[in-house]
């Protein structure tokens, strides 16, 4: 499925993916209009469900706050592909079922308002008939992302574990 994207910069920080002063909010629903307000104050305003966000290098930096990949997930965002992201940011948005995507080809030349589609399993990206290789997500980091995230997938296996 091809999916509209939005070109970010290097170094997104989570303090711009959402400012500090949302916090204390704890409804995913109340979070996902403030998306990365702290760049564009209409930015959640214009993503679809579904759409892309494609940066530069190191996104997510900055505090390890989890809101941030939460906020993102609640505006309606698909997926992050990325040169590189911020170590606590991937493994944050995996823990909330937010697909991300090393892929620093695609990263270098994807156009904001361009559309693509994004095979997470095979790790690649296919936009105006050309295919970028990225880092594909292994199996398991894969289920967590199905599952919405790590705590559904682990009640999902223990529901299915032996008594």
């Known amino acids: 499925m091809e999916r509209r994207i939005h070109k ?3 170094h997104i920080d989570t303090d711009v993916i959402l400012p500090g002063r949302y916090l204390s909010i704890t409804d995913p629903a109340e979070l996902g209009p403030h998306c990365l307000e702290g760049i564009d104050p209409a930015f959640a305003g214009r993503i679809r469900a579904g759409d892309l966000i494609v940066a530069g290098r190191n ?3 900055g505090s390890s706050r989890e809101h941030a990949p939460i906020a993102l997930k609640a ?3 698909h ?3 990325a040169e590189s992201f911020a170590r606590i940011f991937y493994r944050n948005a995996i823990n909330i079922g937010l697909p991300v995507l090393v892929c620093p080809a695609f990263a270098a030349v994807a156009q904001d308002g361009a559309t693509a589609a ?3 399993g095979a790790g690649t990206v296919t936009c105006g008939g050309h295919v970028f290789r990225g880092e594909s997500l ?3 980091v894969m289920a967590i ?3 919405g995230g790590l705590v559904p997938y682990a009640r999902g296996r223990l529901a ?4």
């Open 79 to 81: 997926a992050v592909i």
């Open 75 to 77: 505006c309606g965002i």
């Open 160 to 163: 299915a574990a032996p008594a």
């Open 59 to 61: 996104f997510g930096c």
């Open 145 to 147: 992302v199905a599952a």
């Open 138 to 140: 292994p199996p398991t």
């Open 118 to 120: 994004v095979d997470l």
């Open 8 to 10: 970010l910069g290097d």
